[in-house]
């Protein structure tokens, strides 16, 4: 018998003991309390406790948690907005006092939970209803960093710190999706033409230039020309001026008249035309008192070129 009894101490015994080995999972400490009151932490690894006295009152997670958040909120403007968004948050170290905090603050994780959700919820809120329906489509990150700046203190005195606040989707009711959506139309019709008549316009310039360089080209050339005629034609009236004085010269040396040639320029002239006229018709006086005439005309016109070649 006494066997027996000192066999079931030693079993009761090791219970007792065993009953007192605690094992905390990575990422997780054990919070442990005597008689209702905050007593130690535990950390990941095999723990003991004092078997029967010390009670293991909550495992805290020091791991990222997330959460999805849906709600309205209403603009300066009275227009309804809706927000589709994710929460990321975490414990904020693992320091005894943070961790007290967070075991202690809120009964349960569904307390801690609709907390959370509430305060950022009322902070976006309050964030759009100071500005207007066309503008929080561009405030994403302003919306972020006002929330973060607004529960940031609450948070921290609940031993929880938010790592991100992402704001998936942003929508309207449907009438006003669909007016912002004309907007846009009308916007990107009006951007279009502008662009349109701006293509115009630079073609038309560019048309106008091109045409203005290819008259001044054209000008310039047809100067040109002219200048080239004019200096054949001078060249033309010295070759002949040379020519007729040459051979003047030449007749007085031989003793012979020289309006034989004026005649013989005269004949040519008229054989000249029957030649190449190609059917135009030219009145000619062939009498003898129209060639006299003619001859007293030809023989000025060389007087006079003559006279404006002698020095």
């Known amino acids: 018998m006494e066997w027996l009894f000192s066999y ?9 003991f065993f009953s007192g080995l605690v094992s905390v999972n990575q990422g997780t400490i054990a919070v442990v309390t005597m008689f209702g009151k905050y007593r130690r932490l535990l950390h990941p690894g095999l723990n003991f406790k004092i078997p029967i006295f010390e009670q293991i009152y909550r495992r805290i997670s020091i791991q990222n948690r997330s959460v999805e958040l849906e709600f309205q909120a209403v603009t300066v403007d009275q227009a309804n907005v809706y927000f589709k968004s994710m ?8 320091d005894e006092a943070s961790i007290k905090n967070v075991a202690f603050k809120f009964i349960s994780d569904k307390d801690l939970m609709q907390a959370l959700i509430r305060t950022v919820e009322g902070s976006i809120r ?7 329906q066309a503008e929080i489509l561009l405030l994403r990150r302003e919306i972020v960093e006002f929330v973060k700046q607004q529960i940031d203190k609450s948070l921290e005195d609940w031993g929880y710190h938010l790592q991100d606040l992402q704001i998936n989707d942003i929508t309207f009711d449907q009438v006003i999706m669909e007016s912002m959506s004309r907007v846009v139309a009308s916007n990107n019709l009006k951007a279009a033409a502008e662009n349109e008549g701006q293509a115009l316009l630079i073609t038309k310039t560019k048309g106008a ?9 054209a000008a310039e050339a047809e100067r040109e020309a002219a200048r080239l005629r004019g200096q054949g034609v001078a060249l033309f009236r010295e070759e002949v001026a040379k020519g007729m004085s040459q051979a003047a010269e030449e007749m007085k040396q031989a003793n012979l008249d020289t309006n034989v040639i004026l005649f013989s320029m005269w004949t040519e002239s008229i054989k000249n035309f029957a030649e190449v006229s190609k059917g135009n018709i030219i009145f000619l006086d062939g009498s003898p008192e129209g060639m006299e005439k003619n001859m007293r005309q030809i023989v000025a016109m060389t007087k006079m070129s003559l006279g404006d070649k002698r020095p």
């Open 209 to 217: 230039e091109a045409e203005g360089n290819a008259i001044k080209i």
């Open 87 to 94: 929460l990321l948050y975490s414990v904020i170290n693992q």
């Open 8 to 16: 079931g101490w030693i079993i009761f015994l090791l219970f007792i």
């Open 126 to 132: 309050a964030f759009v209803a100071t500005k207007k």
